[in-house]
Structures are given as structure tokens and as C-alpha cells.
């Protein structure tokens, strides 16, 4: 295949739920390897012209949905850079199965730490009585989604944004260095 028709792919995409810093990240990530960085989420408001709490609640989270697997798609396909997704696209079957062959880092977070870090925000699948209950509840259904779809996981509670890019940094340089035999 040349170089003019071979596909176009992400060097890395982010996954996780919301709070696990995938932009943040993302941000850092792209700025070290001087690759393009692009949020998913923030596309699709792009895209759309209204907010996603507003798409939510004019549409219904099945339409959201669907764009969100429309963007996503269409983003795997055409960029090259680093790509973040929003916490819950990789739910959506179709962006699940359009991740497969792509290098997936699924940003792990605990509970209580992703919860505070969206705390007094205005996301609609957390909103209600007991958000932090939720957040919990919606962390737990989607972890073993992250994990089966992620490449490597890496912890995204420890240490700040530049810490968790270093880590996927090492990771991504013992993926490029072939194993040696054992020398006797």
C-alpha cells in the first residue's frame, strides 16, 4: 500500500470515564510528540453549534449518540495525531469495534477522585439527587468496556498531567524497542 492510500490513524487515543483527564493529557501528550491534539466532545460541539447538556436534553442521549459515533468515526479515519474521546463514546458498539488495530490508552481513575475533579459541573448523565453516587455507578458498568478496548492502561489518579504523559511516553517507547533474547 502507498504512502497516498494508506489509512490515516491516531498515534494514540484516550479513553476513559469523565474527570480521568483524557484532554488534559491529550494536550500534553500531542505538545511532547509535536503531533496535533483533538477532543472528540469538543468536535462534536463544533460541529453541532450547541453544547452537549443541550444535545442531551433537546435530542435524547440516543440521537447524542449517534453523533458522537459519527464524529468519532470520522475522526479515527482522518487524524493523525492525539485523539480524546468523550467518557462514554467507546458504549456506542460501533466506535467500540472501529477502535480495534488503533493504540488505546484507557486512563484509569477511581471514583472519588474522577468525581471531584467534575464536581459542580454541568454533565447531564451525573446530574440528579446523588451525583457522586452516579458517577460511581456509571464508572463501574463502563470499566470492563475501558479495559477490553484499551491497549495498556494506566493509572490517571497518581500524578498530574505531565506524570501520566511520561508513563504513557515509556510505554509507547517499550512498544517501539523489540525484545532481546537473553544473552549466554
Known sequence: MSAATSPRRPAVVL???MGAGKSTVGKVLADRLGLDFIDTDTELVRREGRAIPEIFTTDGPERFREIERDVVLDVLR????IVALGGGAVMTPAVADGLAGHRVVYLQITADDGY???RGSDRPLIAGPDPHERYRELLAERDETYRRTGTF?????AGDADGVADVILAELARELVPERAPTT
Not at 78 to 81: D, P
Not at 153 to 157: I, K, P, Q, R, Y
Open 15 to 17: 479513553i476513559g470515564f
Open 78 to 81: 482522518n487524524h493523525t495525531g
Open 116 to 118: 471531584e475533579r467534575v
Open 153 to 157: 492502561v494506566v493509572d490517571a489518579t
